[in-house]
């Protein structure tokens, strides 16, 4: 019997008896994807069983990802247990291209991309996909909740991400307006709360103070992620001093998230003590993406080795280099 339901927010029409039946006959790969049915997600291994009924409301997403990339004992950085060599992080969004993107995460030396969770494309099932151009086997995704207005929103995403993919590493972030994209903290804190007794790990997206940065850290994040400026601002980091407080505050990775517009800002977040930085416009919409990937890595090193080394002091008045002694 043919039925009429919603897929993917379109009127469908299918004579499938069972989920699976319908997920096979729009040519995807069950163990590929995650279904939601009527705002409940349907475990991969009922799928079989799960009758499609007249007027369902169905949501198919995708990617599949993960992994944990273990470095020998050199200056890495861990986070939940996971430890990364590399701690530049990069996007995935804005770029040209799937060959530019993969072009950029390779020169950027990222071991961890994040990724956004959108819904299947239905009437092209088989069109590139971003596994299909970053290897998820050698690349960390990071599932994001990029475009959330709602603790609700980022945790259905989540939820979703997790099923299609595996995924309790994410990350989060809940915007309060599309207008300066900054973070709601009342609905981040709630959701931050919600994921982590459900067993994700969050990095969490948040402003860049100190007392939100703690608040978080108590309700489960394992990562504080404050922003440097506003998202795609290119502004570089606006409060020096608050991240330096975040910093010395947090016991979990603190990773500057937006606002990076150029190499010498992700040397200031290194500088500051920061365990990694996130970025994506600074590459996607540079004039040469992947010299600029590149110029990030070298930039993220040599931040690290600056911070590492100790900066001399500031002085308010000249100190010459050269010995006076002995002067003719």
């Not at 595996?166 to 804190?189: F, H, I, N, Q």
Request: glycine share 10%; hydrophobic share 45%; aromatic share 4%.
């Amino acid at each position: 019997m043919i039925k009429s339901f919603t897929l993917n927010g379109a009127p469908h029409r299918s004579a499938a008896a069972t989920l699976a039946e319908l997920v096979r006959e729009l040519e995807l790969a069950p163990e590929k994807v995650a279904v939601e049915r009527n705002g409940e997600i349907v475990p991969r291994s009922t799928l079989g069983h799960a009758p499609l009924a007249e007027g369902d409301k169905l949501e198919i997403v995708h990617f599949v990802g993960g992994g944990d990339h273990a470095a020998p004992a050199e200056d890495c950085w861990s986070v939940a247990g996971r430890s990364f060599r590399s701690r530049l992080i990069v996007g995935t969004g804005k770029y040209k291209s799937f060959e530019q993107n993969a072009a950029a995460v390779e020169a950027s030396g990222a071991e961890i991309v994040t990724v956004a969770v959108r819904r299947v494309n239905i009437s092209d099932p088989k069109a590139p996909m971003l596994t299909d151009y970053i290897d998820p086997r050698k690349i960390t995704y990071l599932p994001n909740t990029a475009g959330c207005f709602t603790a609700e929103e980022a945790i259905r995403t989540l939820r979703l991400a997790r099923e299609a993919g595996g995924w309790d590493l994410v990350k989060l972030e809940v915007l309060g307006e599309a207008r300066t994209l900054y973070p709601d903290m009342r609905e981040t804190l709630r959701a931050t709360e919600v994921l982590a007794k459900e067993g994700f790990l969050p990095m969490v997206y948040c402003v860049d103070d100190p007392i939100a940065a703690r608040q978080l850290e108590e309700a489960g994040a394992v990562a504080i992620m404050p922003l440097g400026a506003p998202i795609g601002s290119g502004l570089g980091i606006q409060n020096r001093v608050t991240i330096r407080l975040i910093v010395e505050g947090a016991k979990v990775p603190v990773l500057v998230d937006a606002g990076v517009g150029t190499a010498s800002d992700a040397a200031v977040a290194m500088e500051l003590g920061c365990d990694g930085v996130l970025m994506n416009t600074a590459i996607a919409e540079a004039k040469d993406p992947v010299r600029m990937a590149r110029a990030m890595k070298l930039a993220v090193e040599a931040g690290r080795e600056a911070y590492l080394a100790g900066r001399m002091g500031r002085r308010m008045y000249a100190d010459p280099s050269s010995p006076l002694a002995g002067l003719i």
